[in-house]
């Protein structure tokens, strides 16, 4: 019985997250300049040339890395342990805040000072337009 890993299929690994992005092969090829048969055949290999590699990702908006690494257990796994309650989650390379930092009513108190200030100035204009004549 051999133990040998079995190189990863980076034709696959590019028709999957292509899939996942909910892109067709016509999109692909033609934000690539290259014909949906040859996206056909790139996605039938199991190596693609390093450029092109780079290229796919830049228009999948993914990194070569995640093309070659990519494993539909893993996009499993993330999804199964997302959790929507945690206020502070890291995704991806950045980390988003879904609090609020402020009061949202300081802010409609604040709005409403300036739209009333900004009222008061316009009465004070048309005023001395008025006495000016």
Do not use: W
Not at 50 to 78: C, D
Not at 85 to 90: D, G, Q, Y
Not at 126 to 132: D, P, Q, V, Y
């Amino acid at each position: 019985m051999s133990t040998a890993i079995k190189p990863k299929h980076i034709g696959r690994n590019i028709s999957r997250i292509r899939e996942l992005k909910d892109m067709k092969q016509d999109a692909l090829a033609q934000a690539l300049g290259i014909s949906q048969q040859t996206i056909s055949a790139i996605e039938n290999s199991e190596t693609v040339e390093e450029q092109r590699l780079i290229e796919i990702a830049k228009v999948l908006g993914v990194s070569a890395e995640a093309i070659k690494n990519f494993s539909e257990e893993a996009v499993f796994t993330f999804f199964n342990t997302f959790n929507d309650t945690v206020s502070n989650s890291s995704f991806g390379q950045g980390t988003y805040n879904n609090e609020c930092n402020f009061n949202p009513l300081d802010k409609v108190v604040e709005l409403y000072e300036r739209l009333v200030q900004s009222e008061k100035d316009k009465v004070e204009y048309l005023e001395k337009l008025l006495n000016g004549k």
